[in-house]
């Protein structure tokens, strides 16, 4: 049964290849060797085949020979020889992709491996281990990018004429736009810290100095790279520019994880020195600081100042590496011109109850952000209120953004389209990297509800906590799910003029007895821009999957009633509204924590069942995923807000 | 330009489709309204279409209605019924694919994060979290998967007629057969448990009496699962099954993950120990020992023999959840029927020099084990030889290693086969958990070198630490590299016979001159078993990539010569017993770790450098990753070295 299945399927394709001359030319045939296939009995065919010939590589040509002369030589001494020829050339010829892949990983994952065995020994306050050697570390390392960039923004400036592919899908406009603010914040940081190293310049190590300026140099040139060459599609010196994108992704991501660090540590400094105050006690206070005194008079200034700059630092680097991913992801692909368009433009109207409620959020959490801060550094009372207004203030914006988000899910079930897809490693990693970072903070929220469940004291705010955790982790579950849904959704021109009547799929197979004027339509359907999907779909029933195409609007009859029509609009606005809301409360709930009010660590109830190790362990680890959770979700969800 | 591609790529797909008549039969076209494409006009195409209209679900069938009818109705509160009957049927219709990844995706690692948070209250022996909920938690999932697996199974054997699809690449006899003695190992644990329990059942809670024996049914249940239905990729109930799949994809890796931490509390307690009676002291062991006497005399025989078994029970767990997250992946997936055939038969021809190495380095490794942990326990000065003794013997091990994996990829090198790219979920995990894994170990071995570098003490093994390190670090980036090369190799029963000849590609273009005697060979290749790789090609050249097949060895005219014959076998023969030799030495160095072999607690330089608690900390997470990846090695090798 499977050899006639096979049989039928390989002489409807060898029907195809013969049957089309342009798909001839292309074929290439496994021919069988030199000897039993002599030349001369087919002159016409040998010429034939010589101009395509030449385009090949050394290696079939190396390979022709080598069956022409296997007959006349056949002492051991020569073949040997012949097989380490052979190997040389196959050693200079170009690395497999998969092993290139790998090795270049691998190289980016023991980088950031030793960055991350630094920060340990660092975290330790280990003697062996200062903080001049993590910097040194990472200054080689941003050296190593500058140059590699400089090397690759010489080698494309000089091949100007040849024109490079791009993805578009890589990235927008919006988001290089958001990344450049976010650089020129980094930069005044490194301002900041070249003041701080010049008012200590007696008694501090010269890294601390160069350190700031090599990273304001690679600053400039990252924010440079990626506005002009961050879509490309590389397909020259294709394994060594693997290494250099990904030497960029894992520089960036230990950059990211050393602003994490700083990050961390300083908000539990000010946290131990919170307890202290309150007569907690027993917990030891390393400082940092210089052992002379400042020359100038702004050191406090600048040393306080810059973290308040660490949040843009970080949500920078961790950016910008996932966009080089994306970018190392793409070497040596072929992009499908077909899907390789974007067609978008953003259009605002009907926009009103989303961004006036995303608003009122955002102004009532920068209030709530003014009085938690003062409020929590005051008396045991204050604090137990600051925190209870932080719970309730939680559990009204979840679960308003949890019934927005499942509304939107709602009208995507009500109006059925077909997912787009097209192989896009951009939206791959979005997906990913939604997912990936929410399990901090479902860890986190799991652990407070474990809390409370087994509390022992019960302050006022316990109940509320729990609310708040499952909020969390339900608000996280269908925002993920809409985000995703949405970002699948095949986005079409013809869906945006009339989603409800296109979008329906209806499916007819067509047998053999294929009629006369079907026969038209069918043709016709294949003059028209829609034939991609046409053509996808063949391809899909090949592979047994069956995904439908929405029509070309000209083809639809328009319906009598204009109710039909304006519909679809409506579930547009309604969903464009959704996601700027979402985009405005996912701002707010980054601004929370990421200015300092992280109830985790001051409620007393994990740390009561964990431990306080244990416990600020896990923050570290929870807190920066889910900043970046929220930062990824705005990325998203206003990539989603534009393609609706 | 493009359009001209276009038009002629879509002319090529139009004649395949008008050529091929079974092609046509399964063709779905996207049609016009039922209102502009009346069927009275064309009663013999609605005949033909009718058998396989019957075979679609109702959507297809609604929405046709609703055309019909948009043109009698017209008033607004009949749409709105419309609307919400279409988003009844809309819902009740299966749930998106994508979705129902992500949500079941969600759910489990939910399930694995309220796990790790009891784990973690567990760890700081909170008050309020008990052993007995963790357990009583894990019983209950337990209990859910036993329910869904026979539910499954009552299915599958009540549509026994209809043939479930088969993913023969998803698992082989022998992993199966090695669970299954895993399996049996962890069932004598739970026999332990249970006579545990039965000696302090006086005052111990009855989930440590359930827990055993739920665990027990659990594992036959499943080992009975893994024979039978592993395999089966899933075309019905998707969501559900989805869901069920995950679940228990979870509940192993909680089971696994409860293993890692008793093995590593064991193992960290017997640790302190020892320190405290060398003198270190001022370490708090905390005893977990019932409070009443065992009424049995096997107690203690029962609790000390539990951590023997520990690590193959561990082994256990993880190996299932992998094979169960492949059957996960595989839901809906349409098998490529070419492509899955698996045409293995282990040959053991020739094989001498690696199994010997091999058999040598285990029995080493056997003898090592035993002195070190003899010796380690003894005084400084014997502890500081067995730790010596154990680098010295893990640097030639690791060095005999590197060279293997080294010239098993130089042979690569030199016998050029394209990359088999077909789809397959199960190898790429296999490749994601492979570098995943080695992470633990990397992350371990440069805290180590850190560690060495920056050491004030020179203990003996100080040098012979960081030789050993970066040999680790070394070994494992080349083995990842030689296993994930043998994995894509396109593997094939030509390539068995003679890759020197068959592998060597050499590329012919045919052009439209195509003359008779060629054309002759091209069809005679149609009927070989090989044709799946034409169509390949032809589908490849398509996307602009190219891969070259082999010639099949009936084709290939024998030469006269016979040493190019030889050749080919030679390299087969020293990959093979690479690849043993490899096998025998991960199995070495996954003993070693598992009985307690862990040098990295014991030599005292990390734990300066990191402090003990961050130090204990990173052993915990690295070393059962790295038997992890030690075990999965031992298996890919053995695929390895049955498809060479």
Same mark, same amino acid.
């Given at each position: 049964?499977?050899?006639q299945?096979?049989?039928q399927?390989?002489r409807?394709h060898?029907r ?5 001359t342009?798909?001839v030319?292309?074929?290439?045939l496994?021919a069988?060797?030199?000897r ?19 385009e090949h590589n050394?290696?079939?040509?190396m ?15 020569e073949?040997?020889k012949k097989?380490?020829?052979k190997?040389k ?11 290139a892949?790998?090795?270049s ?5 023991n980088?950031?491996?030793?960055g991350?065995a ?5 975290a ?5 281990v ?7 570390f990472i ?8 140059v ?5 923004m010489?080698v ?6 040849t024109?490079t592919e791009k993805?578009?899908?890589a ?9 450049t ?7 005044i ?12 310049q ?11 300026v090599?990273?304001?140099?690679h600053?400039i040139?990252?924010v440079?790279f990626l ?7 590389i ?7 693997r290494?250099?994108v ?7 991501l ?10 961390a ?9 919170r ?5 907690y ?7 940092t600081e210089p ?6 008079s702004?050191?406090a ?5 810059l973290?308040y700059?660490?949040p843009f630092n970080?949500e ?8 080089l ?5 793409n070497?040596?692909r072929?992009?499908?011109?077909s899907s390789?368009?974007?067609r978008?433009?953003?259009k ?5 109850l ?8 955002l ?6 952000l003014?009085?938690?801060i003062t ?8 604090r ?5 207004m932080?719970?309730?203030?939680g559990?009204v ?7 927005a988000?499942? #509304? ?5 079930? /009500?109006?059925?389209i !077909? =997912?787009?897809?097209?192989? +896009?490693?951009?939206?791959? *990693?979005?997906?990913e ?12 929220s799991?652990c #407070? ?5 087994? /509390?022992s004291?019960? !302050? =006022?705010?316990r109940w509320? +906590?729990?609310?708040?955790s *499952?909020?969390v982790?339900l608000e996280?579950?269908?925002q993920?799910?809409?985000?995703i ?8 021109d ?12 209806e499916i007819?197979?067509?047998?053999s007895?294929?009629?006369k ?7 016709r359907?294949?003059d ?9 779909e063949?391809e ?5 999957q069956?995904?439908?195409?929405p029509?070309?609007p000209?083809e ?10 304006n519909?679809?609009?409506i579930?547009?606005?309604?969903l464009?509204?959704i996601?700027?809301f979402?985009?405005?409360?996912n ?5 929370l924590?990421?200015f300092?009010?992280?109830p ?5 109830l994990?740390?009561e069942a964990f431990?306080f190790?244990?416990w ?13 959770y929220?930062?990824h979700?705005?990325?998203s969800l206003f990539?989603?807000?534009r393609?609706?």
């Open positions: 049964m499977y050899t299945q096979y049989g399927s390989f409807k060898l195809a290849i013969l049957l089309s342009r798909y030319t292309r074929v290439r496994v069988p060797p030199a039993c296939f002599d030349s001369s009995h087919f002159p016409g065919l040998w010429r034939a085949m010589s101009p395509t010939m030449v050394s290696l079939d040509i390979c022709l020979n080598k069956y022409c002369n296997s007959s006349s030589s056949s002492s051991s001494s073949n040997d097989i380490w020829t190997l050339l196959n050693l200079a010829e170009d690395y497999p992709r998969k092993n892949e790998i090795l990983g691998q190289y980016g994952t980088v950031l491996m030793i991350a630094l920060m340990l020994a660092l330790h306050h280990s003697p062996s200062k903080e001049d050697h993590l910097l040194s200054t080689s390392l941003m050296i190593l990018q500058l590699w960039m400089l090397w690759y010489l494309r400036s000089r091949h100007r004429n024109r993805d578009v899908h990235t927008t406009c919006w988001i290089r736009g958001g990344l603010l976010l650089a020129l914040l980094s930069m940081m490194d301002v900041f810290r070249i003041g701080y190293y010049v008012g200590y007696s008694c501090v190590s010269a890294v601390l100095g160069v350190y700031p090599i990273h304001a140099s600053t040139a990252q440079h506005w002009f060459h961050i879509k490309d599609v397909k020259s010196f294709e394994t060594f520019e290494f250099g990904i030497h960029a992704v894992f520089t960036n230990l950059l990211w994880s050393n602003g994490v660090m700083s990050e540590e300083h908000f539990l400094n000010n946290h131990k020195r307890l202290s105050a309150l007569g006690g027993n917990l030891t206070i390393v400082h052992l002379c005194n400042c020359t100038t702004t050191c200034m600048f040393s306080s100042s973290y700059l660490y970080i920078y680097h961790i950016f910008v590496s996932a966009m991913f994306v970018m190392w992801k070497i040596g072929t992009i499908d011109l390789n368009q974007k978008l433009a953003t605002t109207q009907g926009l009103t989303g961004p006036i409620l995303g608003l009122v959020a102004a009532s959490t920068i209030g709530i003014v009085v938690y409020h929590v550094e005051g008396s045991v009372q204050t137990r209120s600051a925190i209870s932080f719970y309730i203030y559990i914006m979840l679960v308003f953004m949890c019934s988000c499942a #509304s939107g899910l709602l009208i995507y079930r /009500a109006d059925h !077909p =997912p787009d897809t097209s192989k +896009n490693p951009s939206r791959q *990693l979005d997906t990297l939604l997912f990936g970072s929410s399990i901090g903070s479902w860890f986190m799991w #407070s509800i474990i809390a409370v469940l087994g /509390a004291s019960s !302050p =006022p705010y509320t +906590n729990l609310t708040y *499952l909020l982790v996280k579950c269908i993920n799910l809409f985000i849904e949405s970002l699948y959704r095949r986005q079409d013809a869906g945006r003029g009339d989603p409800e009547l296109v979008a329906s799929p007819f197979s067509v047998t007895s294929l009629s004027p079907y026969n038209g339509i069918f043709t359907a294949y028209t821009p829609d034939r991609a999907c046409v053509a996808m063949t899909q029933q090949e592979s047994g069956v995904y439908k195409c029509r070309k000209s639809v009859p328009v319906p009598f009633g204009t109710q039909v029509v519909t679809p609009n579930k547009r606005q309604i464009k509204n996601s700027v979402l985009i405005m409360c701002i707010s709930l980054w601004i924590p990421a300092g009010c992280r985790q660590y001051e409620n007393g994990e740390q431990g190790s244990i600020t362990t896990t923050l570290n680890f929870a807190v920066p995923l889910n900043l970046f929220r930062m979700s705005v990325a990539e989603v807000f393609r609706i």
